[in-house]
């Protein structure tokens, strides 16, 4: 799920234009940090570009501005993100979201039964 919208600094869609488009030149710019894209002997940068289908999924590339960093609240340097395709932005983020997982599934086990939420899941 995306972060929402009022969480985000003053500024934040000039900034994220500014990364994807002009610093990026509409290509994302993982290294690696995604855990894919192995040295070999060097680095390799992701070869997916905005609005192109996907070489290495299904659909058509977005790109998107991940951070590396931990900053709260979500900051505006540049040093701290890159411009990311949905693949590698997902797979930086991976831990972030199991740890969002983990603490909605121990909260809905805190909440009496009477109160949780219907499951869609047959019987």
């Known amino acids: 799920m995306p972060t929402p919208p009022d969480h985000y600094p003053p500024g934040w869609r000039t900034f994220s ?9 509409g290509r994302c710019e993982c290294y690696g940090q995604c855990g ?3 040295p070999n002997p ?3 940068r992701c070869v997916e570009h905005h609005h ?21 609240p979500i900051c505006l340097e540049p040093m701290h993100v890159i411009a ?7 797979r930086i983020d991976r831990f972030i979201h199991a740890h ?3 603490e ?3 909260a809905l086990q805190a909440t009496p039964l009477a109160l949780q ?4 899941k047959p019987v």
């Open 17 to 25: 234009t500014f990364i994807r488009f002009q610093r990026a030149l």
């Open 36 to 38: 894919m894209h192995t």
């Open 42 to 44: 060097t680095p390799r």
């Open 52 to 72: 192109q289908p996907a070489i290495w999924f299904k659909g058509t590339v977005r790109l998107t501005v991940a951070h590396l960093c931990q900053c709260n």
């Open 84 to 90: 990311a395709c949905q693949r590698c932005h997902l």
């Open 100 to 102: 969002h997982r983990k």
């Open 104 to 106: 909605r599934r121990e």
């Open 117 to 120: 939420p219907a499951s869609n």
